[in-house]
């Protein structure tokens, strides 16, 4: 289901990168494989953080709005939807602690660097240490 998720995601992103300029006069990215590298790299990490939901939370209602508790913050207070100048600084200060907004940064111009990288390696390799055990958990049931 992971690799699904990954593909229909990558696939609806290209669509709307490529369609934006025609549809919404908006520019490309200057340097497109950074760009969907990044963007790869978001998914990946935004998808895991969704495997350990998925592993942790039994009921599929609880489910769904635990990943809108999770995920929607994670959009509004990344700078995404609007410029993060605009936030207090408290919540700029939550909003860098969600993987939008590393992500955000990551697929910005010149943004693929460590800097911006790091954290979304750290997220990524939690949630796949937290999958391990919750399946290891429920293998012993």
């Known amino acids: 289901m992971f690799l699904s998720a990954f593909v229909h995601l990558m696939i609806t992103c290209i669509a709307i990168v490529l369609l934006a300029?025609?549809?919404?006069?908006?520019?490309?990215?200057?340097q497109l494989p950074f760009f969907f590298?990044?963007?790869?790299?978001?998914?990946?990490?935004s998808l895991s953080i969704g495997s350990v939901l998925g592993l942790v939370v039994k009921n599929q209602a609880k489910l769904t709005m635990i990943a809108q508790l999770?995920?929607?913050?994670?959009?509004?207070?990344?700078?995404?939807?609007?410029p993060i100048d605009l936030l207090p600084d408290?919540?700029?200060?939550?909003?860098?602690?969600?993987?939008?907004?590393w992500g955000y940064r990551l697929m910005?111009?010149?943004?693929?660097?460590?800097?911006?990288?790091?954290?979304?390696?750290v997220i990524f390799f939690a949630a796949i240490f937290v999958c391990g055990i919750v399946l290891k958990k429920q293998k012993a049931k």
């Open 108 to 121: 910005l111009d010149n943004g693929f660097c460590f800097e911006n990288l790091w954290y979304l390696i």
């Open 37 to 45: 590298l990044a963007l790869a790299i978001y998914i990946i990490v």
């Open 70 to 82: 999770v995920f929607l913050p994670s959009i509004m207070l990344s700078g995404i939807m609007f």
């Open 21 to 30: 300029p025609v549809l919404f006069e908006a520019t490309l990215p200057t």
């Open 90 to 101: 408290f919540l700029e200060t939550i909003g860098h602690i969600f993987p939008a907004s």
